[in-house]
């Protein structure tokens, strides 16, 4: 692309940045409506985590395809596409009857939230490989553009938990869902007269069989970040908020509100300072004056200390430490600040790897195996805490993030 033909920074950046701030709002509110709603109705740990699963299954298969879509298609159609599908997902969900089996509801949510996954994957995937297309050049400023992105997108998330938990509370399940299929496709049709026009608009020559790369150091990275996002899943998904519902509530209508109201205050809170500490990245990093060997250099530093987090906060649950909980949210707290700089480095260096004719397939195959630590983050929740309950979900978070360290050491500057 020329810089004749490259849509207007700004004003394109900040159409894309809303569409998908948008969706991520919809994303963290439903995750939490989700898991808080069939827990109250007697889910074990297990059955929450198969909820999601196929969530994260066509995150995996989508982001494999996505890459190859937007190569295809063009990145303003699969942006749509991943819109256009998550209302449809809403509006779906909003259909769950109470009368259903056990077996029904659990079916018919899984199949609603695999198609939830293929929605915000290619969303995300869209938002992302814009931005290498959006971005200036300048000394460190792709960096701060994926910061202000995906930081942003993170604290929209976050709010969507906080959103979630409390719309749960005031209005129940299917009422808070058609709202959000509601406000989501308002603005799915206010953004739509305001996309940039010079987004890649696809070509039919492009092959699914590029999606692999040849490149080893987006290969590496790719390793790097399936564990990184396992650590956090493995504890973030089931265990943390089961854990926590039980501590709070005691079981009577007010104090399952009370329970939702400070589990997804938590959950926000947790989210949004990941979101913030993401914008920030650029400038901890000193990513204006820093190379990309530097930064690699730093990433594996990063995460090094990341795996001491989760251990730490094993051997506190273990122990049964005095103000256990206090401890845990402390340092539940710091392993999102850790992970945030880890997360903003990893997006900025597949972007470094990549080329302005490869974004969408190599972002895409970045992405899928963010899907994959997620998936297996996410089964591994749910049976951690069964089998050895939170101490045994922290300590394979530990385990993820050093097989995060290990495979971010290969990367080659």
């Avoid at 089931?238 to 109201?261: H, Q």
Wanted: charged residues 10%; aromatic residues 12%.
């Amino acid at each position: 692309m020329t810089t004749a033909e490259k849509p207007q920074g700004h004003a394109a950046y900040i159409t894309v940045t809303a569409a998908y701030w948008a969706f991520m709002l919809t994303d963290g509110a439903l995750r939490m409506l989700v898991l808080l709603h069939f827990h109250t109705l007697g889910f074990s740990p297990v059955q929450l985590a198969y909820l999601f699963l196929l969530y994260e299954v066509m995150g995996v298969v989508t982001n494999l395809s996505a890459g190859w879509l937007a190569a295809r298609f063009g990145l303003t159609s699969t942006l749509y596409a991943g819109l256009g599908i998550q209302i449809v997902a809403l509006i779906a969900l909003a259909q769950l009857d109470p009368a259903w089996g056990l077996t029904a509801s659990v079916t018919f949510v899984m199949c609603v939230q695999g198609l939830s996954g293929i929605a915000k994957d290619l969303a995300k995937m869209s938002a992302k490989s814009a931005v290498k297309i959006l971005a200036p050049t300048g000394e460190g400023a792709l960096f701060k553009w994926v910061a202000i992105l995906t930081g942003s997108k993170n604290s929209v998330k976050g709010f969507g938990f906080f959103l979630g938990a409390v719309l749960l509370g005031l209005w129940g399940f299917a009422t808070s869902v058609w709202v959000m299929a509601v406000v989501l496709a308002v603005i799915l049709i206010g953004v739509v007269p305001f996309m940039p026009a010079g987004l890649p608009q696809g070509k039919k020559s492009a092959k699914f069989s590029q999606v692999f790369s040849k490149d080893p150091n987006v290969n590496r990275l790719s390793l790097a970040r399936m564990f990184l996002f396992g650590a956090r899943d493995v504890w973030f998904v089931v265990g943390i908020p089961i854990y926590f519902y039980a501590v709070l509530s005691d079981g009577s209508e007010e104090g399952n509100r009370a329970a939702f109201f400070m589990i997804g205050s938590f959950m926000a809170l947790w989210i949004i300072l990941y979101g913030f500490v993401q914008g920030l990245a650029p400038q901890l990093l000193k990513a204006k004056t820093s190379t990309t060997p530097e930064i690699v250099h730093k990433a594996v530093i990063w995460v090094a200390i990341l795996t001491l987090i989760p251990l730490v906060l094993s051997l506190a649950v273990w122990l049964n430490l005095p103000n256990l909980t206090a401890i845990l949210v402390l340092g539940l707290l710091v392993f999102g600040l850790v992970f945030a700089v880890n997360s903003s480095v990893h997006s900025y260096l597949i972007l470094a790897f990549t080329t302005g004719e490869r974004v969408t397939m190599d972002v895409g195959f970045y992405y899928m195996s963010n899907a994959a630590g997620r998936l297996m983050g996410t089964l591994l929740s749910g049976l951690s805490y069964q089998v050895g309950g939170l101490p045994l979900c922290l300590f394979t978070a530990a385990v993820m993030a050093g097989l995060s360290t290990l495979a971010a050491r290969r990367l080659k500057g």
